[in-house]
């Protein structure tokens, strides 16, 4: 086996849309040497695999950034972060443009304006979104990709109190090689977390749900443990949905009109109110009423509209446009199921996730998030993430530029890494000074071009020793802990399955219409983690039995957050997203939002902190 | 949910091991590609999109309510050439182009 060790100026950890974006960015507006290490393929990995129907967040002509901030903030029930929405609100449309630019088919009118669906909304082609960013950040020679490689620990110092971020560690999914990969400015984009409740269709279909399966919170977990400050994830995102393919409704409700009903034909929303909770609640009313099931109303639709649909839903969901088709029923014939999902936490759409200042640093200095793993903004979707890797982006070149100045700080700190290559063979043909490890200070300018790559082969122990990051070290421990433990009696899946049930029973899954109470509460977060010591205990045969417990590991300590998370808002703020029975009213006490930190004991603190204003800098100051 | 291999097909490209999201193809030891954990597909069609033979296909299992019922699709410049084969085994041919926007 292998460690590979690599240093950069950025680490970017997820090569997702957020994650694509803020490495083409980067490269484009500066010299800095950038590396993206992603879990699977940026070609097609994350939430964009399939395709998205539509760009939800853009400003059409009337209107302002300001008016989505009101209408996001609103259907949120205030509970957002007003400066984070303005800032990202004020990028929509430049990153919109830069979509075109790449190739992205938008749809446009005789006279070349983009056509849009209702005031924010564009339609557009997006099958190839995911090919067109990855090829983006693939453009530039100051980007190297390292796919298949699954992070699961950061690399912090503390230091006065205050931790910092070094790197990260993380595996080959389908090679026995270790990465500690070294950078003084990271970005965190892995997305947000599914599979932590009983999915919509256990069993065979398990992974036939709505967000993306394999984003399983790692970047929410690695944060969590390093001691990072999470927002509102009790803010749980439910999506309503075609029943059993999950596909999105959006383009039928909105593409053909279509209304929701009830099994009497009712249409019921306004009963329930309108927000993107609100319609969750009232399809899940209706059905406890015994008047489901509830549909979009298609039956009627012309053939021509029908074509369209089909068209459409191959662009982004084809497994819908399969399932109409298989039948020989198309949405014409038969009004169109929907059903709530599972929930998730996703940043994008909710507002859970990492706590950020207006420049979306974390509460680990020189540790950045973006886009479904980033907290405060809901309502963000694909255009809101590609403006907050933007932000991110200048942050970082920005805090470079200054750092030129005090370098040799800096320089110290990297000289201490490099203590790690001491020692052992350098690359051929480059000299001590070259390699820039014993030499005098080297021009910062030129330091931060791609310092350095080493790989050592040997066994474990012989890996181990030879670094002298000590908690590098450790990480590589606990992989090596998974491969030599004794057979474990249950499998991932098993594990899996029982957190899931965990999850569905007490703590607001499908099976209870998504509400909860401290009671089930206090039960779920006892078993979850006697959960947590049986995943523990799990034994791996191969990288990829190592992954798939790393997955486990990840969704396990988002839910043991999210747990504490539900706990401590003592009302319901959102229907269904967050429905507290033991306190069915919103109360004015709760306008604020609901953090919190794990203590380096493993309990989970709760942080309560008031609402911030639209126009505020929002810098961390505790 | 899930995909298919034709195994008769398959030339042992590994393209689409290389491109599942969710890692979740592996090649066995005579050149063939094959998915690991069925249950654990997502159905994103990535797969089939990158087949230079396109040997693989999704499949519509009881749990959606299908009967076996498949889909594939061929990629042709920018445009894809999907074909469905119904519980009839009808086959119903549709063409996507990444030119053109969406209707809806
Ligand atoms: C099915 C679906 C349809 C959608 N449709 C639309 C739409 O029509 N319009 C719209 O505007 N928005 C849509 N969205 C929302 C949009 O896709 C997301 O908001 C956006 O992709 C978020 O970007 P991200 O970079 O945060 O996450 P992602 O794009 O999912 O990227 C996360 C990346 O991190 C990687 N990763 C995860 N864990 C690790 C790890 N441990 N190590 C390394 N890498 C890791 C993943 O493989 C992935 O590449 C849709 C989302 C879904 C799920
Ligand atoms: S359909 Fe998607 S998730 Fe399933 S095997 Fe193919 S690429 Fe992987
Ligand atoms: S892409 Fe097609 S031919 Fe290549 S390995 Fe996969 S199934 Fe076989």
């Known amino acids: 086996m292998k460690v590979k060790i690599i240093r950069k100026d950025v680490l970017i950890i997820g090569g997702g849309a957020a994650g694509c974006y803020a490495a083409g960015k980067i490269a484009e507006m500066s010299g800095l040497s950038i590396l993206i290490a992603e879990k699977a393929n940026i070609a097609r990995s994350g939430c964009l695999a399939a395709g998205v129907n539509a760009l939800n967040a853009y400003i059409t002509p009337g209107h302002t950034p300001e008016d989505y901030v009101e209408y996001a903030s609103k259907d949120a029930n205030g509970i957002v972060r007003e400066d984070l929405l303005m800032t990202l609100s004020e990028r929509l449309n430049e990153v919109t443009e830069d979509l075109e630019r790449m190739g992205l088919t938008i749809l446009k009118d005789a006279d070349g304006n983009y056509v849009s669906r209702g005031w924010r909304n564009l339609k557009i082609n997006g099958e190839n979104i995911k090919p067109l960013l990855a090829g983006y950040a693939g453009k530039s020679e100051n980007v190297k990709v390292i796919n298949h490689v699954n992070v699961t620990d950061f690399l912090t110092e503390k230091k006065d109190g205050k931790i910092r971020i070094r790197g990260a560690a993380g595996f080959g999914t389908d090679r026995e090689v270790f990465y500690l990969l070294y950078a003084d400015a990271v970005l965190v984009a892995t997305g947000g977390a599914s599979g932590l409740y009983r999915p919509n269709n256990p069993g065979n279909a398990r992974h036939k749900m709505w967000y993306c399966p394999f984003n399983t919170g790692a970047g929410y977990a690695m ?122 936490v996703v940043g994008g759409h909710a507002a859970s996730g990492y706590w950020v200042s207006t420049d979306r640093e974390t509460t680990i200095s020189g540790l950045f998030a973006a886009g479904d793993v980033c907290g405060g903004a809901p309502q963000k979707y694909v255009t809101g993430a590609l403006a907050e890797a933007l932000i991110v982006a200048e942050a970082i070149i920005s805090r470079k530029e200054k750092g030129k100045t005090k370098n040799s700080e800096v320089f110290k700190a990297k000289a201490a890494e490099n203590e790690d290559n001491a020692g052992l063979p350098k690359k051929s043909g480059l000299s001590e000074n070259e390699t820039g490890l014993k030499a005098e200070l080297p021009d910062p300018q030129t330091m931060s071009i791609n310092i350095e790559e080493t790989d050592r082969t040997g066994d474990w122990e012989t890996l181990k020793g030879s670094l002298s990051d000590a908690q590098a070290a450790g990480i590589l421990e606990k992989y090596q802990k998974y491969f030599s433990a004794s057979e474990s009696l249950f499998s991932v899946q098993q594990v899996e399955e029982a957190m899931q049930k965990v999850m569905d029973e007490y703590a607001g899954g499908i099976r209870t219409n998504y509400s909860y109470n401290e009671a089930g509460l206090v039960i779920a977060d006892e078993k979850i983690q006697e959960l947590q010591a049986l995943q523990e205990g799990l034994r791996a045969h191969s990288m990829d039995e190592l992954l798939q417990i790393y997955e486990l590991r990840e969704r396990l300590i988002v839910a043991r957050a999210l747990i504490a998370h539900l706990g401590a808002r003592k009302e319901t703020r959102w229907h269904s997203f967050q429905e507290n029975s033991d306190h069915p009213q919103k109360k004015k006490e709760y306008e604020l939002y609901i953090n919190s930190r794990m203590e380096d004991d493993g309990t989970i603190r709760i942080i309560r902190r008031p609402l911030t204003g639209r126009r505020e800098k929002y810098e961390h100051s505790d | 949910m899930s995909i298919q291999i034709d195994r008769e097909k398959c030339v042992g490209c ?69 074909e469905v084969t119904d519980r009839y085994g009808r086959v119903k041919k549709l063409v996507t182009d990444t030119k053109k926007a969406n209707a809806y």
């Open chain 1, 223 to 344: 944060g969590i443990l390093s001691g990072a400050e999470m927002t509102t994830l009790e803010m749980r995102f439910i999506a309503l949905r075609c029943k059993d393919t999950l596909a999105p409704t959006g383009t039928i409700a909105q593409g053909v009109g279509a209304v929701q009903i009830n099994a009497e034909g009712e249409s019921y929303e306004e009963k329930y109110g309108r927000s993107t909770a609100e319609r969750v609640w009232g399809t899940v009313e209706e059905k406890k009423q015994g008047r489901g099931p509830c549909c979009l109303a298609t039956k009627g639709i012309s053939g021509k509209q029908e074509e369209d649909l089909y068209l459409a839903y191959l662009n982004m969901a084809p497994v819908q446009t399969l399932k109409w088709l298989a039948r020989g029923k198309g949405p014409s014939l038969e009004n169109v199921e929907i059903d709530g999902s599972e929930p998730y």
């Open chain 2, 14 to 82: 590994f393209r689409c091991k290389n491109i599942c999201p969710g890692n979740l193809i592996a090649v066995n030891q005579e050149h063939r590609a094959f998915l690991k954990r069925p249950y654990d597909c997502w159905g994103c069609t990535a797969c089939l999109k990158e087949c230079p033979v396109c040997a693989v296909s999704l499949v519509l299992g009881p749990e959606l309510s299908g009967m076996g019922e498949t889909l594939t699709v061929k990629k042709a410049d920018t445009r894809y050439i999907w």
